[in-house]
Each structure stands twice: as C-alpha cells, then as structure tokens.
C-alpha cells in the first residue's frame, strides 16, 4: 500500500529561515508558515522509506507527520496504540504505549494467560525466600574445622537439608518458568499476525512476557550478592557422597537424587541461572519451531526493547506511569529481551544491524542513579554473547565500561 504525497503533511517548514532547504522530488519547497507537502513515501509495510524534506528540519522544529484518511481503516481496531512517528525514523521501528500496569487479557488470549499466570503468582514468594535465605556458613565451617565431632556434622547436616530443599524449589520453579516463556513466545510469533501486531493486540500476554523477565533479573541480582546458596550446596553434595560410600542413611536423600542434584549443580554455577535458563528457551525454541521465521522471535525482541526505551526516556509516557516501580520494571525488561535477542540473533544487538538501538538503551540505563542500575549494566555486560565481537562498535564497548 503506498501513500498519496497529498496525504502526507508537515507543519511550519521553518518561516523566515532562509537556510532551510527542502524540496519534493526535483522542484524547491519554499519555506512557509503554510501546511507543506514533504513527499513522503511508505512501503507496503508502513515503513517510512524516503522524506524528500530535511530530517533536521523536521526536528528543529518539531514537526509532526500526519497519516490522514489511508492509515485509518489499518490502524482501527488496534487498541491501545500510540505511534511515535518523529522518532528513530533511521530504525523503521514501530513504537507503541504498552500498559505494564493495567492490561488485562482479551478472551482470545485467556488460555495462555491463565496458564501463565498459574506460574507468576508464585514469582514473589520465591523472591521473598531468596532474599531470606541466609545459609548455612556456620554450621558448615564448625563441622569441616571437628571432621571427627559428630555433634557437629549432625548439627550442620540438618542446617543443610532444609536449605537444599528451598534450592530445589528455585530450581523447579525456574522449569516452569521456561514452560511458561515458551507458551508466551508461542502466542506472540505465530501467523499471521507479526510480532508487532501481537504485541498490540495482546497487550496482556505481552504485560506476562515482562513481568517473566524482570522476575528473572530481579532473582540473578539477588543470587550473584549471596555465595552461600553455592557453598550450601556443594557441602550437601560431598556429605551425600561420604554417606553413601560408609552407608549412612541420609536424611533428604529422596528429595534431591543424584540426578537431579547433577541438574541443580549445573543451574547454581551460572552467575545468572534464570537469564541463562530463559536464553536457552528462547534459543530452543526457534530451533524446534524450524518453520516459523526466526524474525518473528527476534522483532518480538526488539519491539518490546524499543517500547520499553522510548516510554522511559519520552516524558509524556512516562507520566502515564501511576506506579514508581514501573520505571525500574521497564528497565530490566528492556535488558531482559536486549540479552534474550543477543543469544538468538545470529550477529547479536550490537551489530550495525541489529533492530536494537542499543545506544539509545544504554544512555536511558546511563540517566537513572547508578546504584538502581548497576547490576543490569553489568548483565549487559558480562552475560550477552555478542558484546565482544568485532562487529561491536567502540562507541557500545566505551559505553558499557
């Protein structure tokens, strides 16, 4: 579908500035506090594809590209939509209001998110135990100082044992977590829809998509600052082993098999176990899901990355925000799906062409206080796969040190 040039206007091409030079097709465009036509063409896709008038005009002055009588019967019916049109027209990126804090499901998207939110009614207790959890240092540090004081291996094991079971709770929560975000995915790449249109229609899955991971980041946060979680569990492995080999019975032991111990141990020593539990999801599933796009994951990604960047740092979306707490939740998700897009993506989010501003993402993270914003810079940092590759520019890496 392509746009008559007399639908397309612009406001005030710059009244007594003689510098400003615009043009449609060959012929000047004389600056004027008149409605101009600016010669604007869009693809088939709504991309903006050519402007005949200069960008840096229509940004000094603010100017604001109106798609009259062509775009109304495509836009109807697409809900709660708010197209920022003078904004990253270099991305062809699609930019929407998606309301994290009061989107509830259509009844089209009821199963997903039923299912779904079965899963994230238990997120904050996991959380509120993971950030009580203590361990069991002591304890431990007693019994290996007195190996031959069984008082003390008594008293350490069973200091043990209840904490390996609540480990084992965060590990099978984070199993249901991926089911979940594989459902989600599911709903929001599939034909014939685009992930673009998902996301405006679907407003609630996608409101569940972030609430999964800014979950996700808010666990790894708390996991990285407590050590004990990994030392607690290593102590519970060698006891097991010692007590098997003099046949001990040991206490527990039908909780946490041998097997499923294995799973744990290689879930605990990621630095960030549910990031890495969900980037494996996520790659897992574009490659069982061979005959859906692999653009159809990713600029579900990257759609929900530029949303979340232009509600924080655009003052007229972010007052919409009636919770100070979205804030910091948009944040994380937008570092959320940037990390997912790096692990699935063939050249990652900061290649050239990667459909992520991840300049522009950056600088938003740069702008909060530090102390809020550490720990996700650091996930930038140390847990995406593609930061360090050649094609990453030296602007990203400054940025990022």
């Known amino acids: 579908m392509r746009f008559s040039n007399d639908k397309c206007k612009v406001w005030s091409l710059g009244p007594g500035k003689p510098w400003d030079q615009c ?16 010669g604007t063409l869009v693809d088939e896709k709504l991309h903006i594809v050519r402007t ?36 990253d027209i270099d991305h062809n990126a699609a930019h929407f209001f998606l309301d994290f804090e009061n989107a509830q499901p259509t009844e089209s998207e009821k199963e997903i998110y039923n299912q779904v939110n079965v899963v994230l009614k238990d997120a904050e207790g996991i959380l509120e135990d993971l950030q009580s959890y203590r361990g069991a240092g002591h304890e431990i540090r007693e019994a290996i100082q007195h190996p031959n004081d069984e008082k003390l291996q008594e008293k350490a094991w069973s200091a043990v044992v209840p904490l390996v079971g609540k480990l084992k709770k965060f590990y099978e929560f ?62 519970y492995r060698r006891t097991l082993s010692r007590m098997r080999i003099n046949n001990v019975p040991a206490e527990g032991e039908n909780e946490v098999n041998n097997e499923l111990a294995n799973r744990m141990s290689l879930f605990y020593a990621e630095a960030t176990p549910m990031l890495k539990t969900l980037s494996d999801a996520t790659t897992k599933f574009v490659s069982e899901n061979k005959n859906l796009p692999i653009e159809n994951t990713t600029d579900c990604l990257s759609t929900m990355a530029s949303v979340c960047r232009v509600m924080l740092e655009t003052p007229e979306y972010r007052s919409r925000f009636t ?24 050249v990652g989010a900061f290649a050239k062409t990667s459909k992520i501003d991840m300049k522009g993402c950056i600088k ?9 914003v550490e720990g996700l810079l650091n996930a930038l940092r140390y847990t995406t796969k593609h930061l360090n590759d050649e094609t990453t520019s030296k602007q990203i890496k400054s940025m990022l040190q």
């Not at 043009?23 to 600016?38: A, F, H, M, N, W």
């Not at 603010?62 to 709660?80: I, P, R, V």
């Not at 709903?187 to 996700?216: D, G, M, N, W």
């Not at 948009?330 to 790096?342: E, H, N, P, S």
Request: glycine content about 6%; hydrophobic content about 35%; proline content about 5%.
């Open 174 to 235: 984070s199993q249901r977590l991926e089911a979940g975000l594989r459902g989600l995915l599911g709903a929001l790449t599939s034909t014939p829809y685009s992930p673009t249109q998902h996301l405006e229609r679907e407003q609630a899955l996608a409101k569940q998509f972030a609430e999964i991971l800014h979950f996700t980041l808010r666990f790894d946060e708390l996991k990285m600052t407590n050590p004990a979680i990994q030392n607690d569990f290593s102590y």
């Open 323 to 346: 919770n100070e707490e979205t804030v910091s939740f948009c944040l994380r998700v937008m570092v959320g799906v940037i990390i997912l897009y790096d692990h699935v993506h063939p």
């Open 52 to 87: 005949s008038c200069c960008i840096s005009t229509l940004k000094e002055e603010s100017s604001l590209l109106k798609l009259q009588e062509d775009t109304t019967n495509w836009f109807a019916g697409m809900g709660n939509l708010i197209k920022v049109l003078t904004r």
């Open 364 to 372: 938003v993270l740069k702008d909060q206080p530090p102390n809020s």
């Open 23 to 38: 043009r449609l097709g060959d012929g000047g465009v004389q600056s004027s506090p008149e409605e101009k036509d600016v």
